[in-house]
């Protein structure tokens, strides 16, 4: 007897994206084409279906858009199950199933099987001579009605399936037609008369003379259907209908160019042009303007206003246009040149240095960037990679050049510190950092190791008392690599912690100059790795960052213990910079984005380029936080800035379905062998394969998924 293994899926949608309070808005305009897989570029008509699907009809095939893929539907000749024609006019949805009125017939598109049925509507299935034939219709009832030019209105017949046709004496005359939710049909006649009669009256054969005049004294050239509304176009004016037939308000556009498509959201009307543009009308206020992010020589066939507040925009040869308002998580500005580093002025401005455009200065309150220092200001380099500001409040620089620059809070001027010629010259300076109430500079450099420079500052200018260069060729300390990009201390034990490119993690005694690598230190501890790109020191020890994962070291009385982070949920690896927030999370800048951790509970939340940051990829040690707790990433295409406490799950909860379904990596009709929400295999079928995905058309590449076998655990598998 075979066994019959009854499975039950659930899945469950974790929203990894965030939302902030105080958000930093802007318009997104998102293009999907024929390189996304759309059939064409010319999109005639759009639908968002009850499962938040948008089909596309275009000049050549139907497509299906689920927020990540596009499912295509085309004529075939030998495929009795495909459309009737390829060029799409119109999409309606009823009772499970879409109405598709083509060129050539209207089909019926079974949602759940994706099985296609034909109606011609025609005794000879003869092309019609004219386009756009076949207009669709809807009551309030889902009854489904069409009208074929020159041959009248039809009405569907479910239990027989198929159009019967509708007795009335003036469809000869009828342009075009809209049916309300309210049942109200609204005629538009050759000669641009609007006229208006119910539902079943025109379905019991209603006739010329039951036709109503709507309240305008002026003829149109066309009529939409919005939100339940019914709009008129005549030339550059715009008559919005009340429910009884009468104008609500008239808008005259200061636009001559032809009218496509008009729209209703909210307290707003999108209008379309033909020639090209868009215009956003507030009805409230009576003001309008242009969507600046379409061409206003870019010609719009159609608008469709969906979820998530997205306006869709059909075009003549550029596809589809998502466009939708975006709350940034982060203030992002870009630079010509990678960000490397940060700092904050007494005044609470920011100084940001390049790589090759040297020192840039940020307003916080008015948000404004502005050049300020390089080479021809008397900048060593305008390749800027350390900027630390002392208790003097004067701003300290390294540079890809020789020396150090500084930049003196007092007089404004840019100084260059003074090293005697007896010490050896040394430039790439990588990081800065003070101890010993700054009278201990610690260089970090790329290829001359750390250096400790004694100075004293009197009136006004810094005196270098004393010079020490540690490096890998001096045979009297353990150091095995010459690049160091990475500085901290512990002022309890007078330790100065620093991270070498491929040498691991070094310390050095500051009082007797003694110098210890980690395992020289506890032989047990092993860094991820040990190519060290940045160090954070906080209350329980020091974060390290390196190439490969992110590590913890605790000290704990005289004993160090380690935790490392390099698990899968980390988005990458590589670790650029470390910051700690109010909470006491952990923000890490690396090659894909920003990660946050939780290290209460060790949840990790990435964000990338899609969630408004400069770049998924950042720079070594360009982090930042000011004194308003906000943090600083900088990476290769500018930085992105935030202040934490602003960041929230997001609301938004988008629907979740299961697109595939695979035994043994054959696919599977998904709706044969689920049924009610159950899988039945058989004892053979033991390996199986699910894809599914959120209807999320903003962010759906951030969704993270869940799921769990009910009544063989309770654990959700994430």
Not at 253 to 260: C, E, I, M, T, Y
Not at 311 to 329: A, E, F, K, N, V
Not at 399 to 411: D, K, P, R, S, V
Request: proline share 2%.
């Amino acid at each position: 007897m075979r066994n019959i293994l009854y499975v039950q899926i659930i899945f469950i949608l974790i929203i990894a994206f965030v939302t902030p309070i105080k958000s930093y808005a802007f318009n997104v305009a998102k293009h999907i084409s024929n390189v996304n897989g759309l059939t064409n570029n010319s999109v005639n008509c759009i639908l968002e279906d009850e499962e938040h699907t948008i089909w596309i009809g275009t000049w050549d095939g139907l497509n299906a858009y689920n927020g990540r893929e596009i499912t295509t539907f085309r004529y075939s000749k030998n495929n009795p199950n495909s459309i009737s024609n390829n060029v799409i006019r119109q999409i309606i949805e009823c009772k499970g199933s879409l109405w598709i009125a083509t060129d050539n017939g209207v089909n019926r598109l079974d949602k759940r099987t994706r099985q296609i049925t034909r109606y011609y509507l025609r005794t000879d299935n003869k092309v019609p001579n004219q386009e756009k034939s076949f207009i669709l219709g809807k009551s309030a009832a889902g009854d489904i009605i069409c009208l074929i030019k020159g041959l009248g209105f039809f009405v569907y017949n479910d239990s027989e399936d198929e159009f019967n046709p509708i007795n009335t004496d003036f469809a000869s005359h009828v342009k075009d037609y809209s049916v309300s939710d309210s049942d109200h049909v609204l005629f538009l006649l050759n000669n641009g008369s609007s006229v208006y009669l119910s539902y079943n009256l025109l379905v019991n054969g209603g006739k010329q003379d039951d036709l109503r005049t709507v309240g305008i004294h002026t003829p149109v050239d066309k009529i939409f259907l919005s939100k339940g509304r019914f709009i008129l176009n005549k030339d550059n004016r715009i008559f919005l209908l009340n429910p009884d037939f009468t104008v609500s308000q008239y808008i005259e556009l200061d636009s001559n160019k032809p009218v496509s498509q008009a729209i209703l959201a909210e307290d707003n009307m999108f209008v379309s042009f033909i020639e090209g543009g868009c215009i956003n009308y507030d009805l409230r206020k009576n003001t309008f303007t242009y969507l600046n992010e379409l061409s206003n020589q870019l010609s719009v066939f159609t608008l469709y206003s969906g979820s998530q507040n997205i306006l869709w925009i059909g075009t003549d040869g550029q596809g589809l246009i998502q466009l939708y308002h975006y709350d940034s998580l982060f203030e992002t500005v870009h630079t010509s040149h990678p960000v490397r580093c940060f700092c904050e002025d007494e005044d609470g401005n920011i100084l940001i240095g390049t790589k090759g455009s040297g020192i840039k200065l940020l307003n916080p309150e008015t948000k404004e960037l502005a050049d300020y220092l390089n080479e021809s200001k008397g900048l060593i380099s305008n390749s800027v990679y350390a900027l630390k500001r002392n208790k003097a409040n004067d701003i300290f620089i390294g540079t890809e050049g020789t020396g150090i620059n500084i930049l003196n809070a007092a007089t404004g001027r840019l100084e260059k510190l003074e090293i005697p010629d007896k010490y050896p010259p040394f430039k790439a300076v990588y990081n800065i950092y003070f101890t010993n109430n700054d009278s201990l500079l610690w260089i970090g450099t790329s290829g001359y190791g750390l250096i400790k420079i004694n100075i004293s500052r009197e009136q006004g200018r810094y005196h270098v008392k004393g010079f020490r260069q540690y490096n890998s060729s001096d045979k009297n300390i353990s150091l095995n690599n010459d690049v160091v990009y990475a500085i901290t201390s512990d002022p309890k034990d007078n330790m100065l912690w620093f991270g070498t490119r491929g040498g691991g993690l070094n310390c050095i005694n500051i009082k007797n100059n003694g110098i210890k690598s980690l395992e020289d230190i506890d032989s047990r501890i092993l860094l991820t790795n040990n190519d060290v790109l940045c160090l954070l020191r906080d209350d329980t020890g020091i974060w390290i960052g390196t190439s490969y994962g992110l590590n913890e070291l605790k000290k704990e009385e005289n004993d160090f213990h380690l935790i490392q982070y390099a698990d899968e949920k980390l988005n990458n690896k590589t670790i650029h910079g470390i910051l700690k927030d109010h909470e006491g999370n952990i923000w890490i800048s690396t090659n894909q984005g920003l990660s946050s951790l939780n290290i209460r509970s060790n949840k990790i939340d990435n964000y990338t380029l899609n969630d408004g940051l400069q770049n998924d990829e950042f720079s070594d040690g360009a982090f930042f936080k000011d004194k308003r707790n906000f943090l600083y990433f900088g990476g290769v295409s500018g930085f992105s800035y935030f202040n934490p406490r602003n960041i929230h799950l997001r609301k938004f909860n988008p629907s979740l379905i299961l697109s595939s379904l695979k035994i043994y990596n054959t696919v599977q009709d998904i709706n044969e062998r689920i049924k009610k929400g159950v899988l039945k295999l058989s004892y053979e079928e033991r390996f199986m394969t699910f894809n599914f995905i959120a209807k999320d058309f903003i962010n759906n590449e951030n969704c993270e998924y869940a799921y769990r076998l009910k009544n063989h655990s309770d654990d959700w598998v994430e």
